[in-house]
Nanobody, 124 residues
């Protein structure tokens, strides 16, 4: 497994951004995946999770209704579409993969592999 995130950058408050995570080290089939973030000076926090088929998703309350997690198993890609961004969304965003389960979870120790992260900065 080798996860790499793409799509970060600087965006104005109220804007949108799409993050992608690609596994170049194999398939993401049958694996639950997650997005987390680490705001400046804060602990890592759950953002969104998706089951192996893409049929069950979970979101943190802070992003519910604004962010959409999705996956394209044939392309080994996980996505996060972010809309109506605000300064609280500024963070380093990481994708993770659960090697042992197909079921989405917000329990971060379940996830075995992580990408290096991509910076998202929202300017007011």
């Amino acid at each position: 497994v080798h996860l790499t995130e793409f799509g970060g950058g600087l965006v104005r408050s109220g804007g949108s951004l799409k993050l992608s995570c690609v596994n170049s080290g194999g398939s993401i089939r049958n694996k639950a995946m997650v997005w987390v973030r680490r705001p400046p000076g804060k602990e890592r926090e759950f953002v969104a999770a998706i089951n192996s088929e893409g049929s069950l998703v979970k979101y943190a309350d802070s992003v519910e209704g604004r962010f959409t997690i999705s996956r394209i198993n044939a392309e080994n890609t996980l996505n996060l579409e972010m809309t109506n961004l605000n300064s609280d969304d500024t963070a380093l965003y990481y994708c993770g993969l659960d090697a042992d389960s197909q079921w989405s979870s917000s329990y971060l120790p379940n996830y075995d592999y992580w990408g290096q992260g991509v910076q998202v900065t929202v300017s007011s």
